[in-house]
Every structure is written in C-alpha cells, then in structure tokens.
C-alpha cells in the first residue's frame, strides 16, 4: 500500500468512440498489419519506437518522454468476453465493470462510497464536462460536473452580484436541512445542497492555483488543468474524470487521429509536469481507456468498430513497461476480422484500486480479477 503522507489520487480519462489500438502502439514490423492497412499504415520511419517491434504513433512524443522516464505502462489486448461493438453498451460495461448483465451503478460511484461512505465530502469525485458518466454514479453519492472550473459556480450568467446573492440564499433555503420532506423530495434537497456545497468549495481553487505551465487552449487541456487545480486545492477529491472525443474514426482517420493524440499526449504530459512543479507528482495515476479497439482490416480511409485495445496507466507511482501480450494478428488468431482480447479491463481496475487507491477491489468488482504488478510499493 501507499505511504500515509502520500494522498492518492486517481484521474481516469475516457477517450469516446473506440480509440484504435493498432495505430496508437503500432505493430510496425508485422507484415500483416500493412498488408490489413495499406491506407492508413504507420511505417517504421512514422513511429516513435519502443522495442523494435513497437512504437507509439508519431503524434505521442509527449508520452515518450513518460515513457523514458519509466512512469508509463501499456496494457495490450484490453477487452472484455465476447466483446459488443456498440458504442453505448460497450462503454456500459466498462462503466460499470459488469459484462453479464445491465448493473445500476457505476464502478467509480461504488469506489467513491468506499471512500467516504458517510457522503461529508460532496466532492469525494468530479467529472469535468457536462452530465454525469454512468462510471461515477451509484445511489446517495454526490458527485459534481463542472464545465469550467473558471466559471463553475451557483447561477453564474447572474451578473449583478446583489441579485445573485439573493438567488444563492433563496437557494441555501429551498433545498436546506427539512425533516418534513418525503423520500424523494429529501433526494432532491440532498442533490441540490451537494451543489450548493461543491460549488461554494470549489469556486476557491482558482485563485489558490499559479504554475509556469502553458497548457494548449483544447478542452482536454483545459480539463486536466481545471483537474491539476482542484488536486493542488486538496479539497479532499480523490477520483477525477474527464473526457476526449472523436475517436470513432471511420474515414480521415490518419489525420484526424494524430490530431486527437496530439492534444492528449501533450495534455497529460504538461499535467504530470504540473504537479512535479508543486511537489505533488507522487499523489496522482492516470488511467486513459476506450470503450474498444477497430478492426485489423482498414475500410479505405479508417477503420471500423472493433475490439482487442489498449490501455495505459501512468505517473510517479507507475512501474512504466508494457503489460501483457500484444494480440496476434494472424488471421488464425483473430476474432471475426478484430484482435482477441488477453487482459480483461477490470484487472486494471482491481490494480488501481487495491495497490493505489486502498480499496478492497472484490468490494466494488463483485470478483477477483488478476492484478497486475504496476504500482511502486
């Protein structure tokens, strides 16, 4: 387990629309790869490399340089039995760690109620963005969405600060301490002073926060500094979340997926770089999935749903290295024209929970799945 002065923190960043695996850690010497993608293959003089066999799309030097350093580590072969292409139910069940059946919580709210089973921190989690990922929710356990930290807040289109004054009061009232209230209108109270109460935390963090780092003026830039504020607040958050769309790339995909790692890569990189300059590199892991992988056979231009993808988990406290077996791309081996999955995704999940977060895994993943050996002791 972790050490009592460190104080863990877990930021999970969902890339939305199945990321493809095989052009973000390229099997750049498997003739099968070129042969399957003659539109849209990487070659040995595109890719950052690895190993000699494998090597991160040219648009991730950003995470070289983690990479380099030890603090990234890539889960190969990600997936789940019998894998759904559906976008919806694909990222259902990695949201809720369960492929049998529809669960009614998501693995991350049953993580937060771990954490603070009494629910005294309304900002225990947070999702950065609009709505609430299926990932964070679970009955009674608040969980705040912010768009913008800059301007998150109760009614902040009310310019005038008297008028607004009043409105928060009236608020504070409405949804107030009232034990003649029924279940459900108690419920309601219950969401309505969490944000009262979060909001009124979380508009301090900004004016705490100042660092020498630029990050890029793109949402999941913007998202992760928001994040890297309100860690540096410690206001007492210990699950973030945020997201990164437009990896549904079925045509234009060299393009528009070497854009997409762009952003990210150096988004994490500068957020890592963030905390280290404030001392507090050791307190975070990230962890960056995708609700599946694309097929092996290109389409002319892209690639479509498919499944076998990748992980990856970093930061101070990461062993970096690769983790798992990369799927065979013989065509023997596939699975109706998709790699195999060898590492089912809720042993990333037990990992980060038992060996980072302190958490019992078989608590919120209702079974034992294989860790791996990933987090420095």
Do not use: C
């Amino acid at each position: 387990m972790v050490t009592a002065q460190i104080k863990p923190s877990l930021i999970v960043i969902q890339l939305s629309g199945g990321n493809d695996a095989m052009n973000t850690v390229v099997p750049y010497t498997n003739g099968i790869y070129h042969d399957s993608r003659r539109a849209i293959h990487l070659t040995e003089h595109n890719v950052i490399d690895l190993n000699g066999t494998l090597g991160l799309n040219p648009s991730m030097g950003p995470m070289k340089s983690l990479w380099d350093a030890g603090k990234l580590a890539i889960v190969q072969g990600v997936g789940y039995p019998q894998p759904n292409r559906s976008h919806f139910r694909s990222m259902d069940i990695w949201h809720t760690a369960e492929s049998d059946h529809i669960a009614d919580s998501g693995w991350l709210g049953r993580a937060i109620r771990e954490l603070d089973p009494e629910a005294k921190n309304v900002i225990t989690g947070i999702n950065f963005g609009r709505g609430l990922p299926r990932a964070l929710h679970a009955k009674g356990v608040p969980v705040a969405s912010v768009g913008n930290l800059e301007t998150y807040g109760l009614m902040p289109d009310i310019a005038d600060r008297m008028t607004r004054e009043m409105a928060v009061d009236v608020f504070a009232r409405m949804y107030g301490p009232d034990d003649t209230r029924d279940a459900m209108l108690q419920t309601i109270s219950e969401t309505g002073m969490g944000a009262y109460l979060g909001a009124d935390i979380l508009r301090t963090a900004p004016a705490q926060y100042s660092s020498s780092i630029e990050y890029e003026g793109v949402p999941i830039a913007q998202s992760l500094r928001d994040i890297s504020q309100v860690l540096l607040a410690d206001v007492g958050t210990r699950v973030f979340y945020t997201q990164h769309g437009g990896y549904d790339t079925h045509a234009g995909e060299l393009e528009n997926h070497a854009k997409l790692w762009h952003e990210l890569s150096t988004a994490v990189n500068d957020f890592i770089a963030d905390l280290e300059e404030h001392g507090r590199g050791d307190d975070a892991v990230v962890m960056i999935f995708s609700e599946f992988g694309r097929r092996i056979q290109d389409n002319g231009s892209g690639t479509d749903h498919g499944s076998g993808g990748v992980a990856f988990v970093l930061g101070n406290p990461v062993k970096g290295g690769f983790y798992g077996e990369y799927p065979s791309l013989d065509p023997s081996e596939q699975l109706e024209g998709d790699m195999k999955f060898n590492n089912d995704f809720r042993g990333i999940y037990a990992t980060v929970l038992d060996q980072w977060m302190g958490i019992n895994p078989q608590e919120i993943l209702n079974k034992n799945y294989e860790q791996f050996d990933m987090i420095r002791r």
